[in-house]
């Protein structure tokens, strides 16, 4: 069974996004790393989407994410111009009026991760695992974490083989020594915004066949 149309819409425009996000990349040797992926992840989507469906909601969580991240990917994370579009649309800087003193955006996406993953998270425990609602929230928060750290495992072990400027391009720490933690910290405070919303009993959802555990 393929999946719902919205879902196929999604999975359409990740893929779309890869080639706007790799042509013209402003800085192209470590496109691979952060494109690269995504191709693979549609693929493995759509295949794992006919063999354990999940609901339009949380399809459309996860391909935001994928979206932002490929936005993100066409300058590296660390260093989207968000100030300088600030200061050309509105006249002031961003980074000056909240007292930023480094590029935030890869702040944004880590918290991102967290806000987007819940919601999938909880219902694929919910749904394929047996877990009642507030064990699968549970299951959510520690796996919001653990996916933060394998990631910034996966980060230090890779640019352990890079240049300097490339290692710094791609992980984004800006100097500071405590980016890591922060990292796993905003994805954390990222899941923690949606509990309210996603401890609450869903309604059923459509695009799932049978019962439906959202």
């Known amino acids: 069974m393929r999946p719902p149309a919205v879902q196929r819409w999604w999975l359409l425009a990740c893929l779309a996004g890869v080639p ?6 402003v800085y192209p040797p470590n496109t691979w790393l952060q494109v690269g992926p995504v191709v693979i992840g549609v693929v493995l989507g759509w295949w794992a989407l ?8 949380s399809v459309g969580w996860l391909g935001a994410f994928i979206l932002l991240h490929l ?10 111009p968000y100030d300088a579009w600030g200061q050309a649309a509105f006249g002031f800087s961003i980074d000056n009026a909240l ?12 918290f991102a991760s967290g806000l987007c993953f819940a919601r999938p998270l909880v219902e694929i425990g919910m749904r394929y695992a ?16 653990a996916i933060g750290a394998l990631y ?32 796993m910290a905003l994805a954390l405070l990222g899941c923690l915004t949606v509990l ?3 401890s609450a009993p869903q309604r059923p959802d459509r695009s799932l066949p049978g019962p439906s555990a959202s």
């Open 130 to 145: 047996g877990l009642t609602r507030r064990m699968a929230i549970v299951v959510m928060v520690l796996a919001v974490l």
């Open 196 to 198: 309210p919303w996603i």
């Open 99 to 110: 007292g930023f003193e480094r590029n935030m955006f890869d702040r944004l996406v880590h």
């Open 152 to 183: 910034e495992i996966f980060e230090w072990m890779l640019t352990i083989g890079m240049n300097a400027e490339a290692a710094d391009r791609y992980n984004g720490q800006q100097g500071d020594m405590f980016d890591a933690p922060k990292d």
């Open 50 to 57: 006919r063999r354990w469906p999940l609901s339009d909601a």
């Open 20 to 25: 706007l996000s790799a042509v013209g990349a």
């Open 71 to 80: 936005f993100a990917a066409r300058w590296t994370y660390s260093s989207v």
